[in-house]
Protein backbone atom coordinates (compact mmCIF):
# COMPACT_ATOMS: atom_id res chain seq x y z
CA UNK A 1 0.00 0.00 0.00
CA UNK A 2 0.81 3.98 -0.28
CA UNK A 3 -0.03 6.76 1.47
CA UNK A 4 0.76 9.34 -0.54
CA UNK A 5 0.15 12.05 2.12
CA UNK A 6 0.47 12.87 5.59
CA UNK A 7 2.61 14.45 8.26
CA UNK A 8 4.31 11.88 10.28
CA UNK A 9 5.38 14.35 12.52
CA UNK A 10 2.12 15.38 14.20
CA UNK A 11 1.70 11.44 14.69
CA UNK A 12 2.21 9.84 18.09
CA UNK A 13 4.64 6.72 17.82
CA UNK A 14 5.85 7.71 14.55
CA UNK A 15 8.78 4.48 14.67
CA UNK A 16 5.79 1.92 14.97
CA UNK A 17 3.79 3.27 12.22
CA UNK A 18 6.56 3.22 10.21
CA UNK A 19 7.77 0.36 10.98
CA UNK A 20 4.19 -1.63 10.88
CA UNK A 21 2.93 -0.32 7.61
CA UNK A 22 3.68 -2.57 4.36
CA UNK A 23 4.16 0.08 1.75
CA UNK A 24 5.75 3.54 1.16
CA UNK A 25 4.41 7.06 3.14
CA UNK A 26 5.04 10.09 1.96
CA UNK A 27 5.50 12.18 4.52
CA UNK A 28 5.15 16.25 3.86
CA UNK A 29 6.35 19.19 5.63
CA UNK A 30 4.47 22.80 6.19
CA UNK A 31 6.81 24.76 7.72
CA UNK A 32 10.52 24.97 9.19
CA UNK A 33 10.55 22.30 12.21
CA UNK A 34 8.28 19.97 10.16
CA UNK A 35 10.63 20.34 6.85
CA UNK A 36 13.63 19.61 9.20
CA UNK A 37 11.72 16.34 10.16
CA UNK A 38 10.73 14.96 6.88
CA UNK A 39 14.27 15.34 6.20
CA UNK A 40 15.45 13.14 9.22
CA UNK A 41 12.95 10.45 8.89
CA UNK A 42 13.25 9.77 5.22
CA UNK A 43 16.41 9.36 5.48
CA UNK A 44 16.42 6.74 8.38
CA UNK A 45 13.63 4.74 6.76
CA UNK A 46 13.46 3.05 3.46
CA UNK A 47 10.36 2.65 3.29
CA UNK A 48 9.43 6.97 3.82
CA UNK A 49 9.82 9.53 1.13
CA UNK A 50 9.15 13.61 1.88
CA UNK A 51 8.24 16.33 -0.09
CA UNK A 52 9.24 19.51 1.81
CA UNK A 53 6.92 22.92 1.44
CA UNK A 54 5.84 26.15 3.17
CA UNK A 55 1.88 25.72 4.08
CA UNK A 56 0.25 28.92 3.11
CA UNK A 57 -0.97 28.98 6.80
CA UNK A 58 2.10 29.90 7.40
CA UNK A 59 2.82 32.74 5.06
CA UNK A 60 2.29 35.27 7.92
CA UNK A 61 5.08 33.50 10.50
CA UNK A 62 8.86 33.32 9.74
CA UNK A 63 10.22 30.54 7.07
CA UNK A 64 13.43 29.52 5.51
CA UNK A 65 12.96 28.11 1.80
CA UNK A 66 16.75 27.56 1.65
CA UNK A 67 15.59 24.34 3.53
CA UNK A 68 14.02 23.78 0.59
CA UNK A 69 16.43 24.30 -2.21
CA UNK A 70 19.11 23.13 -0.10
CA UNK A 71 17.71 19.33 0.47
CA UNK A 72 15.86 19.10 -2.53
CA UNK A 73 18.42 17.08 -4.19
CA UNK A 74 18.21 14.14 -1.76
CA UNK A 75 16.98 11.62 -3.39
CA UNK A 76 14.43 10.59 -0.79
CA UNK A 77 12.87 14.22 -1.33
CA UNK A 78 10.44 13.70 -4.14
CA UNK A 79 7.98 16.87 -4.16
CA UNK A 80 7.05 20.13 -3.15
CA UNK A 81 4.19 20.52 -0.67
CA UNK A 82 2.29 20.91 1.07
CA UNK A 83 1.79 23.92 -0.68
CA UNK A 84 -0.96 26.06 -1.88
CA UNK A 85 -3.78 28.36 -1.31
CA UNK A 86 -6.20 28.84 2.14
CA UNK A 87 -8.83 31.52 1.98
CA UNK A 88 -10.94 29.39 4.85
CA UNK A 89 -9.59 31.50 7.95
CA UNK A 90 -8.72 35.27 6.54
CA UNK A 91 -8.08 36.12 2.64
CA UNK A 92 -6.65 39.40 3.81
CA UNK A 93 -3.24 37.94 3.30
CA UNK A 94 -4.08 36.38 -0.42
CA UNK A 95 -1.82 38.23 -2.22
CA UNK A 96 1.27 37.21 0.21
CA UNK A 97 -0.23 33.42 -0.51
CA UNK A 98 -0.26 33.43 -3.93
CA UNK A 99 3.72 35.10 -4.25
CA UNK A 100 4.34 32.47 -1.63
CA UNK A 101 3.09 29.60 -4.10
CA UNK A 102 4.54 30.88 -7.10
CA UNK A 103 7.54 31.26 -5.48
CA UNK A 104 7.29 26.90 -4.56
CA UNK A 105 5.79 26.41 -8.00
CA UNK A 106 8.77 27.96 -9.86
CA UNK A 107 10.98 25.77 -7.31
CA UNK A 108 8.94 22.76 -8.26
CA UNK A 109 9.70 23.59 -12.02
CA UNK A 110 13.37 24.82 -11.96
CA UNK A 111 14.05 20.88 -10.20
CA UNK A 112 11.23 19.37 -12.10
CA UNK A 113 9.74 18.04 -9.45
CA UNK A 114 5.81 16.88 -8.88
CA UNK A 115 3.75 19.14 -6.00
CA UNK A 116 0.81 18.60 -3.20
CA UNK A 117 -1.66 21.25 -3.06
CA UNK A 118 -3.58 22.23 -0.47
CA UNK A 119 -6.39 24.75 -1.71
CA UNK A 120 -9.24 25.53 0.68
CA UNK A 121 -12.10 28.29 -0.23
CA UNK A 122 -9.84 29.07 -2.66
CA UNK A 123 -10.18 27.02 -5.92
CA UNK A 124 -10.07 28.92 -9.03
CA UNK A 125 -7.28 31.10 -7.68
CA UNK A 126 -5.82 27.43 -6.80
CA UNK A 127 -6.86 26.57 -10.79
CA UNK A 128 -5.87 29.44 -12.74
CA UNK A 129 -2.23 29.60 -11.34
CA UNK A 130 -1.65 26.26 -11.90
CA UNK A 131 -2.83 26.32 -15.33
CA UNK A 132 0.03 28.52 -15.93
CA UNK A 133 2.93 26.18 -14.55
CA UNK A 134 3.41 22.92 -16.68
CA UNK A 135 3.48 20.44 -13.62
CA UNK A 136 2.32 17.73 -12.17
CA UNK A 137 1.39 16.53 -9.00
CA UNK A 138 -1.67 15.93 -6.37
CA UNK A 139 -4.49 17.94 -5.19
CA UNK A 140 -4.46 17.05 -1.87
CA UNK A 141 -7.72 16.33 0.37
CA UNK A 142 -9.59 17.16 -2.90
CA UNK A 143 -13.43 19.41 -1.64
CA UNK A 144 -14.30 21.00 -4.63
CA UNK A 145 -16.43 19.84 -7.68
CA UNK A 146 -16.52 17.04 -9.65
CA UNK A 147 -16.14 19.89 -12.56
CA UNK A 148 -12.85 21.41 -10.51
CA UNK A 149 -11.82 17.83 -10.11
CA UNK A 150 -11.98 17.09 -14.35
CA UNK A 151 -10.12 20.67 -14.66
CA UNK A 152 -7.39 19.57 -12.84
CA UNK A 153 -7.10 16.53 -14.01
CA UNK A 154 -6.63 17.56 -17.70
CA UNK A 155 -4.16 19.75 -16.02
CA UNK A 156 -2.13 16.60 -15.50
CA UNK A 157 -3.27 16.30 -11.65
CA UNK A 158 -4.24 13.33 -9.63
CA UNK A 159 -7.20 13.82 -7.01
CA UNK A 160 -6.13 12.92 -3.52
CA UNK A 161 -8.99 10.67 -1.57
CA UNK A 162 -8.63 10.44 2.14
CA UNK A 163 -11.06 9.59 5.02
CA UNK A 164 -13.61 11.95 3.78
CA UNK A 165 -14.60 9.21 1.38
CA UNK A 166 -15.91 6.95 4.23
CA UNK A 167 -17.88 9.84 5.91
CA UNK A 168 -21.94 9.72 5.96
CA UNK A 169 -21.21 13.40 4.91
CA UNK A 170 -19.00 12.60 1.60
CA UNK A 171 -21.34 11.87 -0.47
CA UNK A 172 -19.61 14.47 -3.07
CA UNK A 173 -16.01 13.00 -2.50
CA UNK A 174 -17.88 10.11 -3.16
CA UNK A 175 -19.69 10.74 -6.66
CA UNK A 176 -16.08 12.06 -7.60
CA UNK A 177 -14.92 9.10 -7.34
CA UNK A 178 -17.69 7.40 -9.08
CA UNK A 179 -17.15 9.11 -11.65
CA UNK A 180 -13.33 9.94 -12.85
CA UNK A 181 -11.36 7.07 -13.84
CA UNK A 182 -9.15 4.54 -11.08
CA UNK A 183 -6.34 6.12 -13.30
CA UNK A 184 -7.01 9.85 -11.81
CA UNK A 185 -6.82 8.96 -8.09
CA UNK A 186 -4.25 8.86 -4.92
CA UNK A 187 -5.15 7.46 -2.03
CA UNK A 188 -3.84 9.67 1.37
CA UNK A 189 -4.45 9.66 5.19
CA UNK A 190 -3.13 13.13 6.20
CA UNK A 191 -2.95 11.58 8.98
CA UNK A 192 -2.99 12.33 11.68
CA UNK A 193 -6.34 13.95 10.72
CA UNK A 194 -9.34 12.70 9.10
CA UNK A 195 -9.36 9.57 9.97
CA UNK A 196 -11.85 7.21 8.13
CA UNK A 197 -14.64 5.45 9.03
CA UNK A 198 -14.85 3.18 11.68
CA UNK A 199 -11.63 5.98 13.59
CA UNK A 200 -13.25 8.63 12.95
CA UNK A 201 -12.40 11.36 15.63
CA UNK A 202 -9.29 9.20 16.57
CA UNK A 203 -5.79 10.17 15.89
CA UNK A 204 -5.08 8.89 12.64
CA UNK A 205 -2.55 6.63 10.83
CA UNK A 206 -1.20 5.24 7.34
CA UNK A 207 -2.07 2.11 8.11
CA UNK A 208 -5.90 3.13 7.78
CA UNK A 209 -5.23 3.85 4.20
CA UNK A 210 -6.58 0.16 3.62
CA UNK A 211 -10.10 1.51 4.76
CA UNK A 212 -10.33 3.99 2.03
CA UNK A 213 -9.12 1.26 -0.63
CA UNK A 214 -12.35 -0.28 0.65
CA UNK A 215 -14.38 2.37 0.04
CA UNK A 216 -12.78 3.02 -3.46
CA UNK A 217 -13.65 -0.73 -4.41
CA UNK A 218 -16.97 -0.57 -3.12
CA UNK A 219 -17.81 2.64 -5.11
CA UNK A 220 -15.87 1.62 -8.31
CA UNK A 221 -17.04 -1.77 -8.33
CA UNK A 222 -13.47 -3.05 -9.29
CA UNK A 223 -11.72 -5.42 -7.11
CA UNK A 224 -9.01 -4.76 -4.66
CA UNK A 225 -6.34 -6.07 -6.68
CA UNK A 226 -7.37 -3.74 -9.45
CA UNK A 227 -7.79 -0.78 -7.17
CA UNK A 228 -4.27 -0.80 -4.97
CA UNK A 229 -2.20 -2.01 -8.66
CA UNK A 230 -3.59 0.86 -10.50
CA UNK A 231 -3.46 3.18 -7.54
CA UNK A 232 -0.24 2.42 -6.44
CA UNK A 233 0.87 3.00 -9.78
CA UNK A 234 -0.25 6.29 -9.94
CA UNK A 235 1.33 7.58 -7.26
CA UNK A 236 4.91 5.56 -8.17
CA UNK A 237 4.22 7.62 -11.86
CA UNK A 238 3.43 11.11 -10.14
CA UNK A 239 6.64 11.01 -7.87
CA UNK A 240 9.01 9.31 -10.37
CA UNK A 241 9.49 6.75 -7.05
CA UNK A 242 11.49 3.86 -9.19
Known sequence: MIDSHCHLDCCSNIDEIIKSFDGIIITSGYDDKSNLKVIELVNKYSNVYGTLGIHPEEVDNKYDIDIITKNINNSKIIGIGEIGLDYHYTSENKDRQINLFKLQLDIATKYNLPIVVHSRDAILDTYNILSSYKLKGTIHCFSSSLEMAKKFIDLGYKIGVGG??????????????????????????????????????????????????????????????????????????TFNIK
Do not use: Q
Not at 171 to 188: F, H, M, Q
Open 164 to 237: VVTFKNGKKLREIVREISLNDILTETDSPYLSPEPFRGKENNSGNIKYILDEIVKIKKCSYEEAINTINNNCLS
